[in-house]
């Protein structure tokens, strides 16, 4: 059964593998980044938990009672950092709804497709946490009563192995790490029904941010990436020689 002392065990145990560099690698301009080390993550991670009381009794001071949203996030950040399925009926409907840039324009539906997409970042980066950031956690509650929540968070890991996308599987397009050390920010949309449970979301997140970081794709101003830019002048020149050939 879950509880506070699972929590707080999972906040406790290492997951990065160590040492971390002292600034972020990768081909993303604008400067050095320095590192967040995992004590400086389980910190943030800590202070949104606090924040998020902060809001639940805020909306309760004015009759709105949100206050499911503290342990149902509790048990979404361990099932994740914990590689632990065991509660997805206390966390999702059966038929849940998801898109994420991976899916290209898909929707994905139920658990199993759910996991897949999910499991698919962990295997590509082992080490893999999730760190909500403090303050950014942001509540929609509809005329009906729903909930919804937006979630900015940051994503942190050595990317050594092959990210699938859609559908997940060995037939899957993938890009391959070099394993790079990454901490990339995302953000989620949840929709709550009235038990509780999520039956729609949503991941956001700068694929270009995402690659450019990982050390996959070049820095904007190599002369590769002007190169693979300019390769988009093709599909105009295509459609361009088609409708000339259309007017001959």
């Known amino acids: 059964m879950f ?9 406790a145990k290492p997951r990065l593998r160590q040492p971390l560099p002292q600034y972020l ?4 301009a604008g400067g050095k980044v320095p590192v967040l080390t995992e004590p400086e993550l389980n910190a943030m991670t800590e202070q949104w938990f606090v924040d998020l009381d902060r809001k639940v009794a805020y909306y309760a001071d004015r009759g709105i009672d949100v206050a499911f949203t503290v342990e149902w996030a509790k048990k979404y950040w361990w099932s994740w950092l914990m590689r632990d399925m065991s509660l997805n009926h206390e966390l ?10 991976t899916t290209f324009g898909r929707t994905i539906v139920g658990l199993e497709e759910f996991e897949r997409y999910n499991f698919a970042f962990l295997d590509a980066i082992p080490d893999w946490r999730y760190d909500p950031l403090p303050g950014q956690i942001y509540f929609d509650i509809t005329p009906e009563g729903e909930a919804r929540i937006v979630v900015r968070y940051i994503g942190s890991g050595h990317f050594s192995g092959t ?14 790490g070099v394993g790079t050390f990454v901490q990339c920010t995302a953000v989620d949309r949840y929709h709550f029904n009235s038990d509780g449970l999520m039956y729609e ?22 002369w590769l990436f002007r190169a693979l830019m300019g390769a988009s002048r093709l599909p105009r020149m295509v459609q361009n020689a088609r409708r000339t050939l259309r007017l001959a």
């Open 201 to 222: 979301g949503e991941t956001l997140f700068d694929l270009l941010d995402a690659t450019q970081s990982a050390g996959v794709l070049p820095s904007d101003d190599s």
């Open 163 to 176: 990210l699938k996308f859609y559908p997940y599987d060995d037939s899957a397009p993938a890009i391959h």
């Open 25 to 28: 690698a990768g081909n993303r």
């Open 92 to 101: 999702y409907t059966p038929d849940l709804r998801y898109k994420d840039p």
């Open 3 to 11: 509880d506070e002392a699972l929590f707080r065990e999972a906040i």
